[in-house]
């Protein structure tokens, strides 16, 4: 008898996608920013947008990866520091980006 994940690996999925595309919004807003004004702030928004872009496509690979199973790899504890990572240092690019406007 297999287990059920039920719709929990699905909804984390979704959460993990709107975290990422947060991200996005943010690191576009960073390019507009920069736009003719400041290569650091263009630099800043590629790299972030990269980053985010990666976050999509690596969540998306882990769930293809595990659909189905009772492993919940989403929620594994290096995903969720990589995330809360990557959020601190977009934070830290928008700190700057307002600090030296």
């Not at 189905?68 to 240092?89: D, F």
Request: glycine share 10%; hydrophobic share 50%; with cysteine.
């Amino acid at each position: 008898m297999s287990q059920d994940p039920g719709l929990q690996p699905e909804r984390t999925l979704l959460a993990w996608r709107r975290t990422a595309l947060g991200l996005i919004a943010n690191a576009l807003l960073l390019l507009a920013s920069g736009h003719g004004t400041s290569n650091v702030r263009t630099g800043l928004g590629i790299v972030v947008l990269t980053l985010s872009l990666a976050c999509w496509a690596a969540v998306s690979a882990v769930y293809r990866r595990t659909k189905g199973a009772p492993i919940h790899a989403l929620g594994h504890e290096r995903v969720l520091r990589a995330a809360a990572g990557l959020v601190l240092v977009v934070g830290v690019f928008d700190l700057y980006a307002v600090l030296t406007r």
